[in-house]
């Protein structure tokens, strides 16, 4: 889903649940860090003049996996810019390791998990071409329903978060 917040709708809700257990601008921050990818694959596509697949490596569990340990140590050592988005946002919450951590795999596999379901080029389990979340003939789970999952989702974190302040 490149370009849209819909990926912060699972996610937060998930936060706004486990909120003791799950650093909350970590999940932010990890539900779209990923669609920096097809944004930059699109763009070169577009200088370069040739059609790019939006999605590549960073869109399997290897790459995310990659792209989460990166975050993790990046948010931790960058606390104290991540607590100033806590306080824009009015976020009460103290991180540790832990939280970043568990917030940040979760949020970025999830992310993985459902773009699977809807473009064809991801391959979720990298090296291998296999991806049984998505099969052209016979879609498991259509485009709809994920979208659908994630407006809903995305809605009723944004009045969960409105309701707390």
């Known amino acids: 889903m ?44 577009i200088i370069m003049g040739k059609e790019a697949l939006h999605h590549g490596f960073f869109h ?49 596999y999830f992310h993985v998990f459902l773009d699977s379901f809807l473009y064809p080029e991801i391959k979720p389990f990298y090296p291998s071409s296999f991806n049984p979340m998505f099969n052209q003939g016979f879609l498991i789970i259509s485009y709809t329903v994920v979208y659908l999952l994630c407006a809903v989702t995305l809605i009723t974190a944004f009045f969960i978060y409105k309701r707390r302040l």
């Open 60 to 108: 399997s569990f290897i790459g995310a996996t990659m792209v989460g340990i990166i975050m993790v140590v990046a948010i931790y050592i960058m606390g104290h810019i991540v607590n100033r988005l806590r306080t824009f946002f009015r976020v009460e919450q103290r991180a540790s390791l832990k939280t970043i951590a568990s917030a940040v795999f979760l949020s970025i």
């Open 2 to 45: 490149p370009f849209t917040p819909f990926h912060l709708g699972p996610a937060m809700l998930l936060g706004f649940k486990y909120e003791r257990k799950l650093d909350l601008m970590s999940l932010a921050l990890a539900s779209i860090v990923l669609d920096i990818e097809p944004a930059l694959n699109i763009t070169m596509g």
